[in-house]
């Protein structure tokens, strides 16, 4: 990873549509070394894909919810019916398992508060694994963002360089 390949994602986790020509113009390269070095980062997984950012609102997805569930019991088994459950439900953006009081935290999309109900009472409630939930309704966004911050990439081999050129003298 150089400070290439690091110009490279910044450009595409801004705007994933970027072709290796205008990738080129922000990397300082030609477009065949960047697209090279796109196949190179996305056969090494560093790109897992390209995607559309759709509107929620726009498409009656108003209601966004952060859900903490403890689970009945901690077991492998449970553990796995729980993750079955997140994965059967469209309306679950994310999941992340904790460590503290609350076992998982769970992101949710709904058109309004009748669909958060049901969610909740008909389904993660009754359901075997789960002890109990706690919900919190967003209220507003302070920021959203999938970028990752990038700064850190490339500064060992550039430092490395800097240190092993010739130094200049002022006279």
């Known amino acids: 990873m150089d400070e290439f390949d ?14 290796n ?13 960047c697209s090279r070095r796109r196949t190179a980062l996305e056969e090494n997984g560093v790109i897992e894909g390209y995607h559309a950012k759709l509107s929620g609102d726009q498409l009656g997805l108003k209601v966004l919810v952060f859900v903490q569930v403890a689970l009945a019991t901690h077991s492998p088994d449970n553990s796995k019916r729980f993750a079955k459950l997140i994965d059967s439900l469209d309306e679950v953006q994310e ?7 609350t076992d998982y935290l769970v992101k949710l999309v709904v058109e309004d508060l009748a669909a958060l109900s049901r969610i909740l009472n ?37 430092e490395a360089k800097i240190r092993r050129s010739p130094k200049v003298r002022r006279t």
Do not use: W
Request: aromatic share 4%; no cysteine; net charge positive.
């Open 122 to 158: 008909d389904v993660l409630l009754p359901h075997q694994s789960v002890a109990h939930v706690r919900s919190s309704i967003v209220l507003d966004k302070l920021k959203f963002t999938n970028q990752l911050p990038l700064r850190h990439l490339g500064k060992s081999e550039l």
């Open 6 to 19: 690091v110009k490279i994602l910044d450009a595409l986790q801004r705007d994933g549509r970027k072709t």
């Open 95 to 101: 999941a992340y398992a904790l460590t503290g009081e």
């Open 21 to 33: 020509y205008e990738l080129a113009d922000v990397a300082g390269l030609s477009a065949s070394q």
